[in-house]
C-alpha cells in the first residue's frame, strides 16, 4: 500500500506553557487585545482582520442572533426542558433548524451574485435572465420576500450602509439592488431584499465563500439560543407549548370512534 | 379546567419595519454601534453590558474558542465529512461535546467558589475542608489540573490579570487563588487551576450563574468548529481519521478465527 | 513515553467479501434468520437472545416508541421544516429530548429496585425506607405518577405480563409493586406505576445495566420520530406550531411602549 | 384574517386508560403480538404490514445496524466520553452522520430506478443512457461501488433473495441489475451494486417513498451505535483516538517557529 499523505492542520497548537491559535500566542498576542468578533474572523477565514471585516461581521451576527420564538428557539426550549441537564444539547437542537429553508437561502443567493458580478453580461441582463429563470421554473428567488417586514426588511439597509461606511468596492451590493430592481419589475410590486440577502452581498463583499456563510448564522444563534434558555429558566415556556400543540393539532384518526363508543372521556385534566 | 397563566417572552418582538431584541431597536440602537459580545451579554444577561463585562467575557470566549483537534473538533469534521450538505449538524455534532467531562467542571468548580464567598467559615478554612472533602470521596477537584499545560495553564493568570484590570471585587479570584493553596497543601505537589476553573472564578465576578456558564462555552466554540470545517474543506481529514481509527482500534472478536481459517485476507487494500 | 496499550473493538469486522458483527457472519447467520430485534439484543448485550429477551425488548420498544405530539415530536417536526436536506438531523433534535426529565427516570428508578433487591432488608421496609427519604427531601419518586394516565399507565401491567409469561424471576416486578404499595400507603391516595418504572422493572430483569436502558427510549423513539416525519410530509404541522406559539407566548417586554407609542401595528398580517 | 386550516395528526391517542397507535389500542392490540419492526412499519407507513414488508425491512435494518469503527460511531464514542451524563446526545451526534455522503445514496439511487421501472424507454436504453450521463457530468453512480467490499458487497443479493422469496414483483431488483450491466459495460470492469444500492431496490419494491428510506438507516444505526456506546462503557476507546488524531494530524502552521526559537519542547508527555 503506497504511504498515504497525512494531513495537517493550521488552527492550533501549545506547549507545556502556551498556546497558539493559528500563528498567534493565544495570551500575549490574542486575550485582552481582541474582541471575540476580531478573533473569529482571524481563525475562520486565515486572515489579519480588517475594519470592514469587523464591523460587517458584527452587524451580521446582530442581524441573525435572535427573531423570537421561531422554530430553533421552540426546538430548544423544549429540549431544554427534557434534558436540563445538558444545555449544550438544547443549543444543538435549536441549531439543527439553522438550515436549507430559512439560511440556506444565503447560500444560493450569493451565488446568484456572484455569477452576476464575475459574468460578462452587463448586470441587467443578468438580472432579468435571471428572475425570468427563476419564474419559470416556479422556483423561490433566495434572499428576497419575509413574510413579517413589508415593505422592507429593515435589516437590509442598514447592513450595506455599515459595508458603504467602511469601504467595500460595492460591487455585489449593486448587484443585488439591479436584482431587486428586476424582481419589482417582473412582478409589478415591491418584494423586500432579505436579511438572508442582505448578508449574502455584504459577505460576498468581504469575501466568504459561500459555503461558510451559513457558519456565521449558527454562531450568532448560538447566543441568541442561550438567551432562550437563560429566559425558559425563569419563564418556562415548554409546557405550555406542549399543551398548545396536543390541543391545536388534535387527533383525527379512526380510533376516535372506539374512543367515542366507549364513553370513555379522553385524558388530561 | 382552571385558566392556565400564559408565559410571556421579552427577547424579541417586531413590527412590519422595525425588530427589537429586549427592550432596544436592533437596526436603530444595535447594529453598527456594538460588539456581537455586547449584543450578546446584553441580551444573554438581561443588563447593559459594562466594560469589565465586555472584557471579560471577549477573553473567555477566546479562551474556548479552540483547543486543536479535541473531541469536539472530530466529531465537527466527521459528521461534515458525512453529510456535506449541513454545515449546522456539524456543528452540532462538536458542540453536543460540550459536556460534564471536559466543561461542566466549569459550573461544579463556580459552586464551590460560590459556597467559600458567600459562607460564614473562614476562606481558607473552607478551602481546606473542600480539598479534604474531595479527597476522602476520591472525587476530582473540579477546575484543577490540565494534562497539556503545566505547571500552569496561561490562560488563568491572564483572565485574572483582565478581570482585575476590569475593576472586578475580585472575591471569587480570591477564593479560588486560596483554594489552589489548599490543593497544593495537601497533594505536596502544584497542580494547575485550569481554563475551566479560571473561567468559573471571573464568571463569577460578573454574576454570570453557573446554569448558565457552560452557554458562554457552546458560543465560543461554535466558533471554533466553524473554523475546523473551513479548514475540513481546505485540507480534509475526515478519511484519515477514520483510517487511522479502524487500524489502530482493530477488530479482536471470535469471528477472527473463522476468517483466518478460510485463508481470507482481510479488506481495504 | 510507556506504550500504551492498544483498545480493540468486538462489534464488527470485515474481509472482501464478509461481514461479521460480533462473532455471527451477517449475510449467512442473520439476515433473513432473525428479527431487528434479536440482532440487537445480541450486538448491544452481547449474548445470545433468549425468547424473555425478544418478548420484553419487543414489548418496551412498544410502549416508548410514541406518544403524540411530545416535545420529541415537535422538535423534529420543526428540525424537519427548517432542514428537510437532513433528515437524519430531525431525528436528532427529537432524540435530544429523551433526557433526565422523561426518561432518565428509568434509570433512577431502577437502582431503587436493585437496591431492594440485593439488599439485606426485607423488601417491604427497604420500600418504606425508599419512599420516606423521597418524600424528606421532596424528590420525584421516579417510576411513579403520569399526568396523562389515571388510574394507571395501561403500559405497565401489560409488560408485567408479557414478562411473567416469559419465565423471568420476577424479582424486580415484586420489588416496584411492593414499593407501589409503600407509595400509596404513604402518600394515602394511588399513584400509578409508570411506564418508565414498568420499563425499568422488566429490563432489569432480564439484566439490563441502568446506564444503557436509556438506549432502547432512543432506539424506540427514533422509529416514532421517522414516523412524525412522514406524516409531516403529508400533513405539514411545524408553520402552524410556530404561529401558536409567536400567538400565545406574546412578547411583554418594554418594547412594547415605543411601539404603540409610534401606532406602528405590530406585524404578521 | 382568514380562518387558518387546523391540521391534525393520526399518529397517536389516548384516553386515561389506553393509548392508540394510529388506529389500534397499544396494550390490547400491540404488545405481545408484534415485533418492533411490524410496528415500526404500521406506524411510518400508515398500513398493515405484509410478510414481505417485515422479512425485507428486517433484513435491511441488520444490513445498516453495524458497520464497525465508521465516522459515525467515533463521533458517538467521543460525545460520549465528554458528556456521558446524555447516552441521547452521543446516539445523536453519531446519526447526524446517516448523510448525504453515505446514505443519501440510497434516495438518489431509488430515483434513478424509479425511472427506468416507470419510464418509457426499454429499460437497457434507460440503464445506458443513465450511465453515459453521470459519466459524462462526471458524477458517481448513486449505488455503485464499496471501497471495502469486492468484487460484491454480499448484502445486497442476501436483500435481492430475502425479497423475491417473500414473492415481491421484482421490477426494481431487475432495474438494479441492467443497470449494474450497463455499469460493467461502460467502465469495462464490475463495480458492486453496494448495500446502499440494493437497499434502494428492495423498499422500493415495497413502496417505501424515497424521501423516507434514510429514516430506516436511522433506525438501525441508532441500535448500532447504543451498542457502541455499551462497548465504550467496558474498554474505553475515546482518549485513544483523541491521542492518535492530534499525533498524526500534527500541527503545521508558523508558530511552530516561534516555538522551536523558544527551545519550548512543545507538550503532551
Not at 4 to 13: E, F
Not at 57 to 83: F, N
Request: charged share 25%.
Amino acid at each position: 500500500m503506497a504511504e498515504k499523505i497525512k494531513p495537517t492542520q493550521k488552527l492550533a497548537t501549545h506547549t507545556l506553557t502556551d498556546l497558539y491559535y493559528r500563528d498567534q500566542n493565544l495570551v500575549t498576542d490574542m486575550m485582552g487585545k481582541m474582541s471575540f468578533t476580531e478573533a473569529m474572523i482571524g481563525h475562520i477565514l486565515n486572515r489579519t482582520p480588517t475594519a470592514a471585516d469587523v464591523a460587517i461581521i458584527d452587524a451580521v451576527l446582530l442581524a441573525l442572533m435572535e427573531h423570537g420564538l421561531t422554530p430553533s428557539a421552540v426546538a430548544t426550549r423544549l429540549t431544554y426542558h427534557s434534558a436540563p441537564e445538558a444545555l449544550q444539547a438544547a443549543v444543538a437542537a435549536g441549531l439543527l433548524n439553522v438550515g436549507s429553508t430559512f439560511v440556506g437561502t444565503m447560500e444560493n443567493c450569493s451565488k446568484l451574485l456572484r455569477e452576476m458580478v464575475e459574468g460578462t453580461e452587463p448586470m441587467d441582463t443578468a438580472a432579468k435572465r435571471i428572475v425570468a429563470e427563476h419564474r419559470a421554473q416556479r422556483k423561490h428567488l433566495p434572499g428576497f420576500g419575509h413574510h413579517l417586514h413589508k415593505p422592507d426588511d429593515p435589516r437590509t439597509p442598514k447592513l450595506f450602509e455599515i459595508a458603504r461606511a467602511n469601504g467595500v468596492r460595492g460591487d455585489y451590493i449593486r448587484a443585488i439592488e439591479v436584482l431587486s430592481q428586476a424582481v419589482d419589475d417582473s412582478f409589478g410590486k415591491h418584494l423586500t431584499i432579505n436579511a438572508t440577502g442582505g448578508t449574502a452581498a455584504v459577505l460576498s463583499e468581504i469575501g466568504i465563500p459561500p459555503e461558510i456563510m451559513r457558519g456565521f448564522a449558527v454562531i450568532a444563534r448560538a447566543a441568541g439560543l442561550v438567551a432562550h434558555i437563560a429566559e425558559e429558566r425563569e419563564v418556562p415556556t415548554a409546557r405550555t407549548i406542549w399543551d398548545l400543540v396536543e390541543e391545536e393539532i388534535p387527533y383525527a384518526g379512526n380510533a376516535l370512534e372506539d374512543i367515542l363508543d366507549d364513553g370513555n372521556d379522553g385524558g388530561d385534566d
